[in-house]
């Protein structure tokens, strides 16, 4: 199982077959609520609503909540890496949780999350 960063899935949403093929293939996988949420705001309408709620469950994405050990976490982080590396609130949170949940984290931005100690990195290349 791994965790997956906004970008893969907005590479998939927008039609980029090797997003939607990658993300197929992983026989489910896991969001955090933040990378969720990220997808939600840049939504139209209604209609683009229930059609990003079907295709989560096409792809079995489950949405991880955060708790009071990711929110600690991402504090932590955002302490640590803000002022040095630019690390900002969504990138923190996003971390902190496949941290604490102990997955991996698929991204196509890795330099958002380079060097963050306990982070497992799986470079997505669209």
Avoid: C
Wanted: aromatic share 6%; charged share 20%.
């Amino acid at each position: 199982m791994v965790f997956v960063d906004t970008d893969v899935m907005i590479w998939a949403l927008r039609g980029n077959a090797k997003a939607d093929r990658t993300l197929l293939e992983l026989d489910g996988f896991q969001v955090p609520a933040i990378a969720y949420m990220e997808l939600l705001q840049g939504l139209p309408d209604k209609a683009a609503l229930r059609q990003l709620k079907q295709t989560m469950r096409d792809w079995q994405a489950q949405i991880m909540v955060m708790n009071e050990a990711i929110s600690s976490r991402a504090i932590f982080l955002m302490e640590q890496r803000l002022l040095s590396h630019g690390l900002l609130l969504a990138d923190a949170l996003i971390a902190a949780t496949a941290i604490e949940k102990g997955l991996p984290l698929m991204s196509a931005n890795s330099k958002h999350f380079q060097g963050i100690e306990g982070l497992e990195l799986l470079n997505f290349k669209p």
